[in-house]
T-cell receptor
Framework: NAGVTQTPKFQVLKTGQSMTLQCAQD?????MYWYRQDPGMGLRLIYY???????DKGEVPNGYNVSRLNKREFSLRLESAAPSQTSVYFC??????????????FGEGSWLTVV | EDQVTQSPEALRLQEGESSSLNCSYT??????LFWYRQDPGKGPEFLFT???AGEEKEKERLKATLTKKESFLHITAPKPEDSATYLC??????????FGRGTSLIVHP
């Protein structure tokens, strides 16, 4: 019963390097999300995918791209990492974002440090 | 603009000392209020969803209540294992939950 699985769990990048965070869910959910969590800022939405084939910007999309590869997988790419992107990243999923009862379930997080 | 404010930011309790955490919100058209627990180094874990004023839900020593403008998470006779950060979230106009900054709870034995 894995739920939402993210990889890698830890990563150190140099400024300007690129990388992709991978996320997969096994709950047959339609909607998936990427959040970042910073001290004192709480959880902020980067991008979301309401359903397979669609993606939309959240509150803090600059510097990121996403791909909804299929119903299960939703990846987050940093094309040219900056120190300001040092954060903890959480992938999440829910049955259907447009439903009134839309409980979101989170992965365990990916700790990213950009030096 | 949809806003979710949690208070206090941090709370220290002695084991057995009951207290409450607050989550106040300003959204147009409430589509539920969610409570999560987050342990250090982990992702948020879903606790409760409340949908209408007056609704209450319980789980072990936790009880969540909802009014038209705020929600309370009551912790009765807490134990050290209840130490965690508690987050609340409210879906806004986009249907996607906006999260508060959380309350960090420490329960001393």
């Amino acid at each position: 019963n894995a739920g939402v699985t993210q990889t890698p769990k830890f990563q150190v990048l140099k400024t300007g390097q690129s990388m992709t965070l991978q996320c997969a869910q096994d709950m047959n959910h339609n909607s998936m999300y990427w959040y970042r969590q910073d001290p004192g800022m709480g959880l902020r939405l980067i991008y979301y995918s309401a359903s397979e084939g669609t993606t939309d910007k959240g509150e803090v999309p600059n510097g990121y791209n996403v791909s909804r590869l299929n119903k299960r997988e939703f990846s987050l790419r940093l094309e040219s990492a900056a120190p300001s992107q040092t954060s903890v990243y959480f992938c999440a999923s829910s049955e259907e974002v447009w439903q009134g009862r839309n409980t979101i379930y989170f992965g365990e997080g990916s700790w990213l440090t950009v030096v | 603009e949809d806003q979710v404010t949690q208070s206090p930011e941090a709370l220290r309790l002695q084991e057995g000392e009951s207290s409450s955490l607050n989550c106040s919100y300003t959204v147009s058209g409430l589509r539920g209020l969610f409570w999560y627990r987050q342990d250090p180094g982990k992702g948020p874990e879903f606790l409760f969803t409340l949908y209408s004023a007056g609704e209450e839900k319980e789980k072990e020593r936790l009880k969540a209540t909802l009014t038209k403008k705020e929600s309370f998470l009551h912790i009765t006779a807490p134990k050290p294992e209840d130490s965690a950060t508690y987050l609340c979230a409210v879906p806004g106009g986009s249907y996607i939950p906006t999260f508060g900054r959380g309350t960090s709870l420490i329960v001393h034995p």
